[in-house]
């Protein structure tokens, strides 16, 4: 069986420090890029997380979300590259009384280009890469240190509480029993 780790307060008291080390996973870093991300996907990931990590809000954790949106955003300018050309199409067919028909409609590159676009916003309010979302966002704060563990140790130089000098009222005495009688 391991030898249990030893607290805060006992590397205290014996003047020294641990090797064991306790981060927090939401401290501000900088994610790691996947290795397998598409090359449009990349070339955002390299864009965008220099420039969020400046500001200090993105942190290793956010690796996952970060590649959704990358990954999205690939496919947001493969689709919108064909809707681009072919924002809408004339669409045919024939009725049950015999007779052609044909209207123009949004073509589905353009449909799914407008949905992942409204994804991708969603994204970059959520890392706070949007005007009004920067505005409310704030750097993560700076690590607190760990709790002194001597704390709650009493110091024998520590101020002693002030006496309370109240007088104590016994309501059972004689007095006090005439007055409740006065009362009556």
């Not at 220099?50 to 959704?68: H, V």
């Not at 009384?97 to 589905?108: L, N």
């Not at 992942?116 to 959520?126: I, P, T």
């Amino acid at each position: 069986m391991p030898t249990p780790r030893k607290s805060l307060a006992d590397h205290k008291l014996a003047h020294t420090k641990p090797e064991w080390s306790d981060p927090d996973p939401f401290q501000s870093g900088k994610p790691k890029m996947p290795a397998d991300l598409p090359p449009l996907a990349e070339g955002e990931w390299k864009r965008l997380v220099p420039q969020l990590g400046k500001r200090k809000t993105l942190t290793k954790a956010d690796a996952s979300a970060f590649e959704i949106y990358v990954r999205a955003y690939s496919r947001w300018r493969k689709v919108a590259d064909l809707a681009e050309l072919n924002p809408i199409e004339l669409v045919t067919w024939v009725g049950s009384d015999g007779i052609e028909h044909s209207k123009t409609v949004e073509s589905p590159a353009s449909k799914m280009a407008a949905r992942l676009e409204g994804q991708l916003a969603r994204y970059l309010k959520e890392f706070s890469a949007t005007p009004a979302s920067r505005d409310r966002t704030k750097a993560a704060p700076p690590p607190s240190p760990p709790p002194d563990p001597d704390e709650h140790v009493l110091d024998r130089n520590a101020e002693q509480p002030v006496p309370d000098d109240t007088p104590e009222i016994d309501i059972y005495s004689e007095e006090m029993t005439k007055a409740l009688e006065a009362l009556s």
